[in-house]
């Protein structure tokens, strides 16, 4: 597929600038991808209020808002290099 092979291109040159860096994006961002598939599986399923009406299940709006805050999130994480949120949980952890 040509969206898996732009996406090893990325992951390729990320690795390049900064400098071999080892753990590639999808596994060092796991737990923050996860999120964003899973409020698409949402709507790929129609889980929205505006179809369910139940209490709880989220508008498309909310969702739209969700997958725009956690993509700009995650776009910042990795152009600044910052940690994940499962490299937080370990060294919180090891600090205990």
């Not at 860096?21 to 899973?38: A, H």
């Not at 505006?50 to 498309?60: M, N």
Request: charged share 30%; aromatic share 6%.
């Amino acid at each position: 597929m040509i969206h898996e092979n732009n996406t090893d291109n990325h992951q390729k040159q990320y690795n390049a600038r900064k400098g071999g860096f080892n753990m590639d994006i999808k596994s060092r961002y796991s737990i923050e991808l996860d999120e964003i598939r899973n409020y698409l599986t949402d709507l790929e399923n129609g889980r929205i209020y505006e179809l369910t009406g139940t209490p709880g299940t989220a508008s498309c709006a909310t969702l739209a808002k969700h997958l725009r805050d956690n993509l700009n999130s995650l776009l910042n994480k990795i152009e600044k290099d910052k940690p994940s949120v499962a490299e937080i949980v370990a060294e919180s952890s090891r600090k205990m």
